[in-house]
């Protein structure tokens, strides 16, 4: 059901949303790190808007989602890493 949000909320097509979509559900596994809730679905349509305006995916995801999720430069430079890893 949220592939099908954030493809409404933004106009991306269902394959990248779904990419995007996997990557969040990895984030939101990962509890040790005082990420809170993981990725909001509001993250993810703000993502998917940059991508559609041609942004390039991985710096769309770290801009609108990583960068939301932590202060911590160390985590954010993990979540990057991850985010390089799977885009």
Known sequence: QEVEIVCQES???KS???SLVKLSEK???IK???LGDGVSTRSLIAT???IKDGIFPRQAFKLAAINCLT???DVRQTLN???DISL
Do not use: F, H, T, Y
């Open 11 to 13: 106009g991306l097509d």
């Open 16 to 18: 990248s949303v779904k």
């Open 27 to 29: 984030l939101r596994g």
């Open 32 to 34: 040790d790190q005082n």
């Open 48 to 50: 998917a808007k940059l």
């Open 71 to 73: 202060d911590e430069d």
């Open 81 to 83: 890493d991850l985010v």
